[in-house]
T-cell receptor
Framework: NAGVTQTPKFQVLKTGQSMTLQCAQD?????MSWYRQDPGMGLRLIHYSVGAGITDQGEVPNGYNVSRSTTEDFPLRLLSAAPSQTSVYFCASGGPGANVLTFGAGSRLTVL | GENVEQHPSTLSVQEGDSAVIKCTYS??????FPWYKQELGKRPQLIIDIRSNVGEKKDQRIAVTLNKTAKHFSLHITETQPEDSAVYFCAASIFGTASKLTFGTGTRLQVTL
């Protein structure tokens, strides 16, 4: 039981490049989400999903896309990276009721 | 939407002393208040939570208190130890709706020897 697995752990991009952060969970959780963590700003919700085929926007969705084709996977796509997207990204999933979140180890993204 | 304010942003205590972190929330519909601990370079992990039908909850050295009237809740850590050093986040949401979870900005707790 690996929990929530994120890849890659570190990534450096140039402005305008695109990339996908991968997230997979093996707990059969319906709820999955992506947060970004910036110094002094806590954790802010980017996008979330309450089940396969269902996604919705969080607090800071601009510049990011998501899809949920399976229960296990919830990739986050950066379409055209900008320096403002330099951050640490956390994927999280929640079981029944989705009150307790299990976080992945995080992905540190730097956009030059 | 919900707004959660957290104070202080940094807190330094000596080993064995108590630490208190305070949060306020704005949405009276919020009824679930978890606390997450994030050690340096690690992922956030839930350490304790409270629902609005109780005023206090304890788990060994940590406790959380809730004042619904004033819309504030606090984390209390007694007999602090070096391994308590971390960033602590409070959060508020409507129970059962993780998409509504709003986090505070975090408190960096340093426990010195």
């Amino acid at each position: 039981n690996a929990g929530v697995t994120q890849t890659p752990k570190f990534q450096v991009l140039k402005t305008g490049q695109s990339m996908t952060l991968q997230c997979a969970q093996d707990m059969n959780h319906e709820y999955m989400s992506w947060y970004r963590q910036d110094p002094g700003m806590g954790l802010r919700l980017i996008h979330y999903s309450v089940g396969a085929g269902i996604t919705d926007q969080g607090e800071v969705p601009n510049g990011y896309n998501v899809s949920r084709s399976t229960t296990e996977d919830f990739p986050l796509r950066l379409l055209s990276a900008a320096p403002s997207q330099t951050s640490v990204y956390f994927c999280a999933s929640g079981g029944p009721g989705a009150n307790v979140l299990t976080f992945g180890a995080g992905s540190r993204l730097t956009v030059l | 939407g919900e707004n959660v304010e957290q104070h202080p942003s940094t807190l330094s205590v000596q080993e064995g002393d108590s630490a208190v972190i305070k949060c306020t929330y704005s949405d009276s519909a919020s009824n679930y208040f978890p606390w997450y601990k994030q050690e340096l370079g690690k992922r956030p992990q839930l350490i304790i939570d409270i629902r609005s039908n109780v005023g206090e909850k304890k788990d060994q050295r940590i406790a959380v208190t809730l004042n619904k009237t004033a819309k504030h809740f606090s984390l209390h850590i007694t007999e602090t130890q070096p391994e308590d050093s971390a960033v602590y986040f409070c959060a508020a949401s409507i129970f059962g709706t993780a998409s509504k979870l709003t986090f505070g900005t975090g408190t960096r707790l340093q426990v010195t020897l």
